[in-house]
């Protein structure tokens, strides 16, 4: 390889462990690992001080309660200083009455945000992308989202993606289209011929061998 071509680094893959890191924080120290045993929605912005980002955190810290009732918890990350975040959180509480009730990694360095493929360069070489990363209890990445700088994300869909997450692991099933809890969900194809035959009969709601739902 040409020594003036530097090697990008490995990003994140789905089903694959997410890298360890070591950060400062609003909320002091933290590693990946102190999350171990809960599940975790690491989301990156732009930058402090800015409006899109604001009305993001403003979302976050709305639905952190019910993140918190199913066991997952939130962690920021923008290449600022911590001072700069203190000072931001300071300002959403003051201004829009909410408290920020999560960490957010100061990542000047860019040393986490590298790991995870935050900074897109086409877009901006100094800001991280609007990224959505859902790690389960087991630190594996299980959901990538990518936004682009212009657009906030809709945190009830990364709400109901949680739950979608959630719903497959407990019951081993899939989730269809714009699926919401309460919804029916998708029954596994038969990988035989012999179970196909079995599936028509076997009482799901079934449209035919390879598409069945059934409540949970």
């Not at 700069?84 to 201004?95: C, L, Q, T």
Request: one cysteine or more; hydrophobic letters at 40%.
């Amino acid at each position: 390889m040409d020594a003036n071509v530097q090697e990008k680094p490995s990003l994140p893959r789905l089903g694959e462990p997410a890298p360890p890191f070591e950060a400062q924080t609003t909320h002091g120290k933290i590693r990946l690992e102190d999350f171990h045993g809960s599940w975790l929605i690491l989301f990156s912005h732009p930058a402090d001080f800015t409006p899109v980002c604001t009305t993001e955190f403003v979302a976050f810290a709305e639905i952190a309660p019910e993140l918190r009732k199913r066991g997952v918890e939130l962690c920021g990350l923008s290449i600022d200083s911590t001072y700069s975040h203190i000072a931001w959180v300071r300002n959403i509480e003051n201004n829009f009455g909410i408290k920020i009730p999560f960490p957010v990694i100061a990542d000047l360095n860019k040393e986490v945000a590298t790991l995870y493929g935050m900074v897109m360069p086409g877009e901006s070489k100094t800001e991280a992308s609007r990224c959505v990363f859902v790690i389960d209890p087991n630190g594996v990445v299980r959901a990538m989202i990518y936004y682009p700088l212009t657009t906030g994300r809709n945190t009830q869909e990364i709400l109901r993606l949680i739950d979608a997450l959630q719903t497959t692991d407990q019951h081993a099933v899939a989730t269809p289209a714009n699926w919401k809890p309460g919804d029916k969900v998708i029954v596994p194809p038969p990988a035989t011929t012999d179970a196909a035959d079995e599936r028509m009969k076997a009482g799901y709601e079934t449209k035919d061998w390879y598409f069945s739902k059934k409540a949970v």
